[in-house]
C-alpha cells in the first residue's frame, strides 16, 4: 500500500479559497487512481473528487462540481485539490485515498490506503 499525508488545510472565510496537496510515498504512485473525501461532525465520511493515474478521467461530486478541482503530478507524487468559492458546508476533515482501481476510489471502499486527515474550516 501507498502511504499519504495531506496538507494545506486551515481556517479561511467563506468565499475563499484553499488547495490541498496529498504526498504518497512510494515508487508506484503514478499507477494509482487517487480521491479525496470528507467527513464533517456527527456525519459520514462523503466522496469529493477522484481522478485516474493517468490524470485524463476525474468525477466531482454535486456539491463541489464548479468549485472544487482534482489534479494530479506524477513526478512530485502528489495529488491536490484546488477548492474555491467555499462556504461554511464545506467544513470538513478532508482525507486523500488511493487505490489501483478508479471505482473502488470513487467508492470509497474495499481495500484503499487513506491519510491522517486535514482540517479545513470555512467561517461565515
Known amino acids: 500500500q501507498v502511504q499519504l499525508v495531506e496538507s494545506g488545510g486551515g481556517l479561511v472565510q467563506a468565499g475563499g479559497s484553499l488547495r490541498l496537496s496529498c504526498a504518497a510515498s512510494?515508487?508506484?504512485?503514478?499507477?494509482?487512481?487517487m480521491g479525496w473525501f470528507r467527513q464533517a461532525p456527527g456525519k459520514e465520511r462523503d466522496f469529493v473528487a477522484a481522478?485516474?493515474?493517468?490524470?485524463?478521467?476525474?468525477y466531482d461530486a454535486d456539491s463541489v462540481q464548479g468549485r472544487f478541482t482534482i489534479s494530479r503530478d506524477n513526478a512530485k507524487n502528489t495529488v491536490y485539490l484546488q477548492m474555491n468559492s467555499l462556504n461554511p458546508e464545506d467544513t470538513a476533515v478532508y482525507y486523500c485515498?488511493?487505490?489501483?482501481?478508479?471505482?473502488?476510489?470513487?467508492?470509497?471502499?474495499?481495500?484503499?490506503?487513506w491519510g491522517q486527515g486535514t482540517q479545513v474550516t470555512v467561517s461565515s
Open positions: 481522478i485516474s493515474w493517468s490524470g485524463d478521467s476525474t
Open positions: 512510494g515508487r508506484t504512485f503514478s499507477t494509482y487512481a
Open positions: 485515498a488511493a487505490d489501483r482501481l478508479l471505482d473502488t476510489v470513487v467508492a470509497g471502499t474495499g481495500a484503499i490506503s
